[in-house]
């Protein structure tokens, strides 16, 4: 069977998904060689490699890379994988390390990446030709961070990270400067395998904002004593840039309330004028609102509730999710501490939210293995007539967050590096 | 009879601070790795005696000295070999301070 091109898949202008681009293995390949292989994704938050020698393991795609901090105070990412016969040099999730020496035969590799000797290193020195500069671990093409976060790309002709993330970071500000001190992660890494395909959670915190007040009712009462509140008329959008998406309220508070903590809520109120002077009284009331966030391609966020996951692909039908806490460096130990504590109760793999959404996706994947149902198209329809102009609001700005338009244009972007052959093609959008 | 003792001079005491080491290269002579520890100066062997790594460009913590290469240590006053992959010890050359240098003896 031969599939149709990827702009033949996804039909923005009508808003229609066809099922098979979570299914198929085809086109999951390409996903890794367009997308993961080509963008700029998350790989640490530079809090997490707080010394020379700091280390942690992650992948982009299904590459698993060593990320690790020099002797020079410079963060550098290359492949975890030896170049004599492809072992894995290291296993641990994170750490501190003088450098990594492979199990297999000693090859030996500085927190550069650079290859420093082997076992028998004798044997190699007599053989003609031999040049250890040229057999160090395979570095990442670029590497750079915002404001604390680390992001890389195996595309040496991928656009500079201000440019991919572009207006997009007008919005990110909110999160990661809307204090002096910076941010952190605060906690380790939650780690969990879920049976959906990655785009399925990716386009969730994107911009589906209509699963909330049904999917998480009985988590919403549970946890704040109260359903979410009906979204249909309220002052809400929807924006993307890039293929960036954040759809959000204005309630301030929305998300954070879930953790059920008044510490929490009291904060960001006791905060807003200070939050308004610094962002604008527009952002100000986006900082815990009811809100969710996706980076392409599989960086996602949900404002108040301070938890950052990637969801990394694993097979066109699992993927791995890490989840980490984001909190202000200057906040109290006492208010880390209840964000760290609130994330594990409701965003976590045990979470009363995170358990009502693993079910949702992985039936959302897992039906496409029928051939019938596969056939059918999936309707991603709403709010195609709310495109607005917004004084303020960057990006391409959407009327009410009950919408599908950052899904399209997840999509759209989708679409756009499946179809092309090099960056040169790939526009701003 | 006793041969000779050979002395070579290395630099001057106040050259290395507690903490520090330094590669020297003598004619003659193998490369010597010079250390101050907090009881005082110690001289080895400056190439590991599992492969080919130079120490010096390795990490000094307390009285180990830790091969870059696969992190294999010796305790530098004693030259003990003292985890995988290293087996074999170093060899050790006895120092001695005079008019404020430092001098090893070769043989």
Not at chain 1, 54 to 83: K, Y
Not at chain 2, 76 to 86: D, H, T
């Amino acid at each position: 069977m031969s599939l149709p091109p990827p702009a033949a898949l996804v039909d923005v202008e009508r808003g229609t998904v066809d099922r098979r681009i979570f299914w198929e293995r085809e086109l999951y390949e390409r996903e890794l060689e367009r997308i993961f292989a080509r963008c700029w994704l998350f790989v640490a938050h530079e809090s997490q490699l707080p010394e020379p020698g700091s280390f942690l393991t992650t992948t982009m795609g299904e590459d698993n890379v060593i990320v690790a901090r020099g002797r020079d105070g410079v963060i550098r990412a290359f492949l975890n994988s030896c170049p004599h016969r492809g072992n894995r040099v290291c296993h641990a999730e994170r750490g501190t390390a003088r450098g990594f020496v492979c199990n297999y035969h000693g090859w030996s590799f500085g927190l550069d990446g650079a290859l420093r000797g082997m076992h028998e290193s004798g044997a190699y020195e007599r053989t003609p030709g031999f040049d250890p500069a040229e057999h160090g671990l395979l570095q990442v093409a670029q590497i750079d961070a915002y404001k604390g976060f680390v992001f890389a790309t195996f595309d040496a002709e991928a656009p500079p990270l201000a440019d991919y993330l572009g207006d997009f970071r007008w919005y990110l500000d909110i999160l990661l400067d809307n204090d002096d001190g910076g941010t952190e992660f605060v906690g380790g890494c939650i780690r969990s395998v879920i049976a959906c395909n990655w785009k399925v959670a990716a386009e969730n915190f994107a911009g589906d904002a209509l699963h909330a007040g049904w999917t998480h009712d009985s988590g919403a009462r549970a946890m704040g004593g109260a359903s979410v509140p009906t979204l249909d008329g309220q002052e809400s959008y929807q924006v993307n840039v890039n293929g960036h998406c954040w759809e959000f309220n204005l309630d301030l508070v929305g998300n954070a309330a879930t953790f059920g903590d008044k510490r929490v809520t009291k904060n960001l109120r006791v905060r807003e004028q200070e939050l308004a002077e610094r962002l604008g009284p527009l952002r100000a009331r986006m900082i815990g609102a009811i809100s969710s966030a996706t980076v392409f391609p599989n960086m996602s966020f949900l404002p108040g509730q301070q938890t950052f996951r990637t969801w990394q692909p694993k097979g066109p039908h699992h993927t791995q999710l890490d989840t980490w806490v984001l909190v202000n460096r200057s906040l109290s130990d006492e208010l880390k501490e209840a964000y760290r504590k609130g994330v594990m109760m409701t965003f976590s793999p045990s979470g009363v939210f995170e358990m009502d959404d693993g079910e949702n996706w992985e039936y959302s994947t897992r039906s496409n293995a029928g051939v019938v149902t596969r056939a059918q198209k999936l309707h991603y329809g709403l709010g195609l007539d709310s495109r607005i102009e917004h004084p303020e609001l960057k990006g391409n700005v959407f009327r009410s967050q009950l919408n599908d338009a950052n899904a399209r244009a997840f999509y759209a972007r989708w679409t756009q590096l499946l179809e092309a052959d090099s960056w040169a093609q790939v526009n701003d959008r | 009879m006793t041969p000779a003792k050979q002395l070579a001079r290395l630099c001057a005491a106040d050259a290395l601070a507690v903490g520090e080491m330094r590669r020297f290269e003598l004619d003659g002579a193998p490369p010597i790795a010079l250390y101050r520890l907090a009881d005082g100066f110690h001289a080895t062997a400056d190439t590991c005696t599992h492969a080919r790594a130079s120490l010096t460009e390795g990490d000094l913590e307390g009285d180990e000295i830790v091969c870059p290469v696969h992190f294999g240590t010796f305790h530098v006053p004693s030259g003990r070999a003292l985890c995988f992959p290293v087996t074999e010890d170093l060899h050790v050359y006895p120092v001695h301070l005079a008019d404020g240098d430092v001098h090893v003896e070769l043989s």
